[in-house]
């Protein structure tokens, strides 16, 4: 069973239309595969405010989604969470660490998300999530993953301090032209595996995403990877950062992209039942 998980409150959004990306996403999702979703928070505009701002705003909706994730994860589903920003992972990440110890985080991002309050420039709050995770900051939202069982997969634009701190963490990196399936099997070696993605990863013009950057991954990559790892070893898979447009069409062509991606897992999953 899929249990659809919808981060529709604040969580340090900087753009206008991240929450909408998400719902859209579902919507979308439940259309195609008569998937129920469970939404979570209260819209609230967005700002450009720093992370100790942010996130006591968000503490309601990380709250909520935690206890979703929990609930999904120990009644032995599989869990799709539909965030709005990578900040919703402080709910999801400890969980997860706590309940598969043994499992891998992909982290599909051009970001390596690993800053902490000492060394983030921009304050951005979804750019220090596994950090947190990982237990370099205290976010009051749990921690425990093992920095080791992190791959960073796509990444490219990451600071030089917070590259320091992937490095003796032992966080992997993986950027887009090693993407593989084959390197990316052989990195998760066996192991249950959590997915998360933020389309920011991808190379910009697929998808609108607030953080583009130059010289990413391939739609079909990521959509190659999904075929490749096998069902019995993805726990849930998280879709972070659809900053929807104000263009109906643009939204149309982004979601087909989002679906034809995913579509490996929610296949398998409908045969699985």
């Known amino acids: 069973m899929i249990d659809l998980i919808v981060s529709q409150g604040r969580v340090a959004d900087r753009a206008a239309r991240m929450i909408e990306g998400a719902a859209r996403t579902a919507k979308a999702l439940e259309k195609r595969y008569g998937t129920q979703s469970y939404f979570i928070g209260k819209s609230a505009p967005p700002a450009n405010d720093d992370w100790s701002i942010s996130l006591p705003q968000a503490k309601e909706t990380l709250v909520e989604l935690r206890q979703a994730i929990e609930t999904s994860i120990k009644g032995n589903n599989r869990t799709v969470m539909l965030a709005n920003t990578c900040s919703a992972s402080l709910a999801s990440l400890p969980i997860v660490a706590r309940e598969h110890p043994e499992a891998v985080v992909l982290w599909i991002d051009a970001h390596g998300d690993f800053n902490t309050p000492e060394t983030t420039k921009s304050g951005y709050l979804g750019g220090m999530v596994l950090s947190a995770a990982c237990g370099l900051w205290d976010s009051g939202h749990g921690s425990g993953l093992c920095s080791e069982q992190v791959i960073l997969v796509g990444a490219r634009d990451i600071d030089p301090a917070e590259y320091e701190l992937l490095q003796k963490a032992g966080v992997r990196i993986i950027p887009p032209t ?15 595996v ?13 998808l609108p995403a607030d953080y583009t950057v130059p010289n990413g991954m391939l739609p079909s990559q990521i959509q190659t990877i999904f075929e490749e790892i096998p069902l019995e070893q993805i726990l849930g898979i998280e879709l972070a950062e659809f ?8 939204n149309e062509k982004a979601l087909a992209i989002i679906l034809d991606i995913v579509a490996p897992v929610f296949k398998m999953l409908e045969r699985a039942k």
């Open 178 to 192: 090693e993407a593989t399936p084959r390197n990316i099997l052989n990195a998760i070696d066996g192991s249950p």
């Open 194 to 206: 959590w997915i998360h993605i933020d389309w920011d990863v991808l190379e910009p013009g697929f």
């Open 243 to 250: 900053n929807a447009s104000t263009d109906e069409e643009s």
